[in-house]
C-alpha cells in the first residue's frame, strides 16, 4: 500500500471517529479514537467468516503501517517537542528533584519490580519467558504516556503541582525507558553477560550525551529565531529543530526523546520571553498544538488497528490480564518509595501517590518497542501482553481518573477546612510556587 494510501485512510478515520465522538460519546479525544478504532477492528475479526475482504484490507493496512519505525522513529520526536513547548521550564526548575527521580530512578525501579513478577507469573500460567524478556518487558512498560489524561487532570482541578510532575516525568522517562530497553536487548542478543560497569557507562553517555547536543541545538535555534521576525520562518525553524535533534540524537546514539525535549524546553523558555514577537508566538503555539492534537489522534486509531494483526490465545490474554496488577503495583512502589522518603523534606499534595500510579498511563511508546522485538513467539507473547496493559491503561485508568481526582479533592476539604485555611494556597493545593509539591 503507498504511503499517501495510508496517509490518507488513517487521517479520514481520524476525522470520522473524531466527529462521531464530538456528536455522541463526548469521551476525551483520544480514548475515544483509540476505543473507537479497536471496537471497528474486533468487528471486523469477528465479520470475517462473512465479509472476508474488508478485514484483509484493513488488516493489509495495519501491517503496511510499521507502527514500531512510525513511533519510534517518526512521530515520537514531534509529540515530545510538541509537548516540551508547552511546559514552563521554571515549573520544571522548582521539582526537578522529584521529577528527575521519577523518570529515572522510579523507571529504573519498576523495570526491575515487573520483570522479576512477570517471570514468575509467565511461568505460572506455563509461558516460558526468559528472565532476561522479562526485564526488557518491564523496561518497555515502564514508561508513562500522560498525552490523554493532562486534560482531565486540568479538568477534574488537580493540583498544578500534579500536572507538572506527571508531564515533567513523561517528557524525560520516555528516553530513560528506551535506553534500558535497548541495553537490555543487546545483552539479550549477544547472550553474554556485561560487567555493571559497561552498562553505567552506556547508560550516562546516552544520557548526557542527548542532555548535551539538546541544549547545544537549542541554543543554536534561539539564536536563530532571535533574529528572524516573520512567523512562518519561526515555525520552519522550530519544525527543523525537532527533526534534526532527534535524527542526529539516534545517528549518535544518544538517547534522541531526552535530546529532543531538552530541545524544546529551550526553545519553550526563549517563545515565552520577550524575544520573540507576539505573532511569532502565537502562531508557534497554534501550529505545534495543530500538530500534537493530529498525531495523537492518528496515533490512538493506529493503537486500535494493531489488534487486526496480533496473534492472542487464551493464554496470552490470561497472561496480559493479571500483568495489570502488577504494573500498577510496581508503578505504586517506585513512586510511593521515594516519595515516602522526601516527605521529611517537603510537603506533598495529598493524594500525590495514588494520583501519579492511576494517572500514570502507558501508550503508543511501550506498543511500539513491544513490535519492535525480535521475531518469534517470545514477542509474540510480549506483544499481545503489552497491548492488554496498555489498552486497559488508557480506558479503564483515563476514563476514571477524573472522578478519582474529584474523590481524593473531596476528601482533602475538610481536612484544610478545619485547618481554617484557604484549600488553593496550603499544602494540600498549592499551584507549585510554594513548599507543597
Known amino acids: 500500500m503507498r504511503l499517501i494510501d495510508i496517509i490518507a485512510i488513517l487521517l479520514s478515520l481520524s476525522a470520522l471517529f473524531s466527529w462521531f465522538n464530538q456528536r455522541h460519546l463526548r469521551l476525551p479525544t483520544t480514548i475515544a479514537l483509540m476505543l473507537i478504532s479497536l471496537l471497528m477492528s474486533l468487528g471486523l475479526l469477528a465479520l470475517k467468516p462473512v465479509a472476508p475482504g474488508l478485514e484483509d484490507q484493513m488488516r493489509e493496512l495495519s501491517l503496511s503501517i510499521h507502527f514500531d519505525d512510525a513511533v519510534l522513529h517518526g512521530m515520537l520526536g514531534l509529540l515530545l517537542f510538541a509537548g516540551a513547548l508547552q511546559v514552563k521550564l521554571e515549573d520544571l526548575a522548582k521539582q526537578r528533584w522529584i521529577i528527575g527521580i521519577l523518570a529515572s530512578a522510579s523507571v529504573i525501579g519498576a523495570t526491575i519490580l515487573v520483570g522479576l513478577g512477570s517471570w514468575g507469573l509467565f511461568a505460572l500460567i ?98 536563530l529565531l532571535r533574529r528572524v521576525e516573520d512567523s512562518k520562518a519561526v515555525v520552519l525553524i522550530t519544525l527543523a529543530v525537532a527533526a534534526s535533534v532527534f535524527s542526529l540524537a539516534d545517528r549518535l546514539h ?7 525535549v531538552v530541545a ?21 503555539k497554534t501550529f505545534w498544538e495543530l500538530v500534537d492534537e493530529i498525531l495523537n489522534a492518528v496515533l490512538f486509531v493506529m493503537i486500535g488497528l494493531e489488534v487486526l494483526i496480533l496473534n ?18 510496581a508503578r505504586l512502589i517506585s513512586v510511593g518509595l521515594p516519595i515516602g522518603m522526601m516527605r521529611r523534606f517537603r510537603r506533598f499534595s495529598p493524594g500525590v501517590v ?18 519492535s522485538l525480535p521475531a518469534g513467539e517470545v514477542r509474540d507473547t510480549l506483544v499481545a ?24 479533592s473531596n476528601r482533602a476539604k475538610p481536612d484544610l477546612a478545619e485547618a481554617g485555611s484557604d484549600p488553593s494556597t496550603t499544602k494540600g493545593w498549592s499551584d507549585g510556587s510554594g513548599a507543597s509539591q
Open 126 to 223: 506455563g509461558l516460558d519467558v526468559p528472565l532476561i524478556y522479562c526485564l526488557i518487558f518491564g523496561a518497555l512498560i515502564a514508561p508513562t504516556d500522560p498525552i490523554a489524561v493532562l486534560g482531565i487532570l486540568k479538568g477534574a482541578g488537580a493540583p498544578k503541582s500534579i500536572e507538572t510532575k506527571i508531564t515533567g516525568e513523561s517528557l524525560f522517562n520516555d528516553g530513560i525507558a528506551i535506553v534500558s530497553f535497548l541495553i537490555l536487548l543487546g545483552i539479550a542478543a549477544s547472550g553474554q553477560a556485561i560487567e555493571l560497569r559497561e552498562v553505567v557507562g552506556l547508560f550516562v553517555k546516552e544520557v548526557l550525551g542527548a542532555l548535551a547536543l539538546g541544549a547545544l541545538i537549542g541554543w543554536l535555534a534561539n539564536q
Open 254 to 260: 544518544l538517547s534522541a526523546p531526552i535530546a529532543v
Open 264 to 284: 524544546g524546553l529551550l526553545v519553550g523558555h526563549h517563545a515565552r520571553s520577550l524575544a520573540m514577537s507576539s505573532r511569532g508566538r502565537d502562531q508557534l
Open 312 to 329: 492472542f490465545t487464551g493464554q496470552y490474554l490470561a497472561a496480559g490480564l493479571l500483568a495489570i496488577p502488577l504494573v500498577l503495583l
Open 354 to 371: 495514588t494520583l501519579l500510579t492511576w494517572g500514570g498511563l502507558r501508550g503508543g511508546v511501550s506498543v511500539a518497542l513491544a513490535l
Open 385 to 408: 501482553v503489552t497491548y492488554v496493559v496498555v489498552v486497559f491503561s488508557i480506558v479503564v485508568q483515563g476514563l476514571t481518573l477524573g472522578p478519582v481526582v474529584q474523590a481524593i
